[in-house]
């Protein structure tokens, strides 16, 4: 239920020819939660030529995620950076939250005195 | 209020029109639009972002995300439904069951109850593991057995007075420690969320003789295990008067939007409409169905303006549950950071 075994969750594949700009990574055990919000950190990347994810079948749980790059940038570096991008956001969605919460109960605290 | 420029709608507002939406993707990546700098700045999504608690009541919670996109805001309801763990009845040992209600539904309705138990103090149990250590288990009995009240009136017919124990209820359930659990968790007191949770009907003669596990568990294994109620999001509505409304067709206008969202002023004598509180609409899309209206009023909604509600079913509160979900889309990234950094890339 929690985790995965032995199998790892990512994977990569790439095509015979190609140089690192376009890659296609195996998310397992992940769907379009990841799938979603990791496309959409990687497509505001300007160096990012394509990225789209897909569910290859519903009755498996992992994702195909395909990055393109322009020029010569491997593209596990806008894969990183989409990651890194999405924690920074989540940190601050965190803690913008906590504060509007304490904010919010100290407000209330104030009004019923 | 002036409509948009034409790009500003596209990006900033989905558009409600008669027969269908439009602007419903979200296109500001970098190269769409020229004149626009759409690369992702951290620093100015930290300026624009902003969380409002609009309400806190009990086990329910509205707050408004401001600033963020659909993707993400998603990806948080889809966690907050399915991937925050909880504790519930899993495994059910019937020892004996000599009720209407069959075993296998009894442990159905069992599982369904929610526990009060911080998730958090429990690990997942291991795949395989069919006993369960104290560390990943919580053991519940529920043991009741009906009788005939001898003090009942002869011609009675209320079952209420004719038997005593004829109806269990959640609070029949009675924690049993496992182990050491009695050292780790002093305080606790592991009961179900709410004792009146009718659970089945007995007749004298009839009983119920069950031992329960409680496992670890997150909303995708089972509907059981999901924390919420629900938690749902929409986006702030956002009506606009092309032209101003006057007389008999602003008293139609404000019929045809939810009670409060728009009101009329009396201007030199004559009744004009205003758009008072966009926020309260439904949008029935009542005002598209009068020919002389539909092309005076713009229906949007603001793209990045999210309205969450969640509503917990008590095990944890619910501002805890958004803090959780965020914490869990965090552990993802990290997890497959870490891949990253453990396998090396040829």
């Not at chain 1, 994702?63 to 570096?77: D, S, Y």
């Not at chain 2, 552990?331 to 040829?346: A, I, T, Y």
Request: hydrophobic fraction near 40%; proline fraction near 5%.
């Amino acid at each position: 239920m929690a985790g995965s075994g032995d199998r790892t969750a990512l994977e990569t594949i790439q095509a015979d020819g190609t140089d690192g700009n376009c890659v296609t990574f195996v998310l397992h055990d992940e769907d379009h939660t990841l799938g979603n919000s990791l496309r959409y950190m990687v497509m505001k990347n300007p160096d990012v030529e394509f990225c789209g994810y897909c569910i290859t079948h519903p009755s498996e749980s992992k994702i195909n995620f395909r990055i393109q790059t322009r020029g010569a940038l491997p593209a596990v570096e806008p894969f990183r950076k989409g990651l890194n991008d999405l924690m920074a956001v989540c940190q601050h969605v965190l803690s913008t939250f906590e504060r509007s919460m304490k904010e919010y109960r100290a407000q209330r605290e104030e009004e019923m005195q | 209020m002036a409509a948009l420029r034409g790009a500003d709608e596209m990006r900033d507002r989905v558009v409600l029109g008669e027969f269908g939406v439009r602007n419903v993707h979200t296109t500001d990546f970098p190269g769409n639009y020229p004149g626009y700098d759409d690369a992702w700045d951290q620093q100015r999504f930290e300026e624009a972002f902003r969380v409002d608690v609009i309400r806190e009541e009990g086990d329910s919670l509205e707050f408004d995300m401001v600033g963020i996109d659909a993707a993400i805001a998603n990806a948080f309801r889809r966690i907050l439904l399915a991937e925050v763990p909880t504790m519930a009845v899993e495994k059910v040992f019937v020892y004996n069951n000599t009720s209407i209600v069959q075993d296998e539904i009894l442990a159905h309705r069992l599982g369904l109850i929610p526990i009060r138990a911080d998730p958090r103090l429990f690990e997942y149990r291991n795949q395989g593991d069919q006993e369960g250590t104290e560390i990943d288990t919580l053991q519940f009995q529920l043991k009741i057995k009906c009788s005939r009240n001898p003090q009942a009136a002869k011609e009675s017919s209320d079952p209420d007075e004719l038997y005593c124990n004829h109806k269990v209820y959640s609070k029949h359930m009675t924690w049993v420690p496992l182990g050491n659990q009695t050292d780790l968790f002093p305080d606790a007191d592991f009961r179900p969320v709410h004792d009146d949770i009718l659970i089945a009907l007995l007749r004298p003669g009839q009983e119920i003789d069950v031992l329960m596990h409680c496992v670890k568990g997150i909303g995708k294994d089972h509907a059981k295990f999901s924390p919420v109620a629900t938690a749902s999001y929409r986006l702030l509505p956002d009506i606009t008067l092309l032209k101003p409304i006057e007389d008999e067709a602003a008293e139609t206008l404000q019929k045809c939007f939810s009670p409060g969202v728009i009101e009329i002023q009396n201007i030199k004598g004559k009744k004009v409409a205003r758009v008072a509180n966009a926020r309260l609409d439904t949008f029935s899309r009542e005002v598209f169905r009068h020919e002389g209206l539909k092309n005076l009023v713009r229906l949007a909604r603001v793209r990045n303006h999210y309205i969450f509600s969640v509503e917990s079913t008590g095990i944890l509160p619910p501002d805890v549950l958004v803090s959780e979900a965020i914490k869990i889309l965090m552990g993802k990234c990290q997890r497959f950071l870490n891949e990253l950094d453990s396998v090396p890339m040829e």
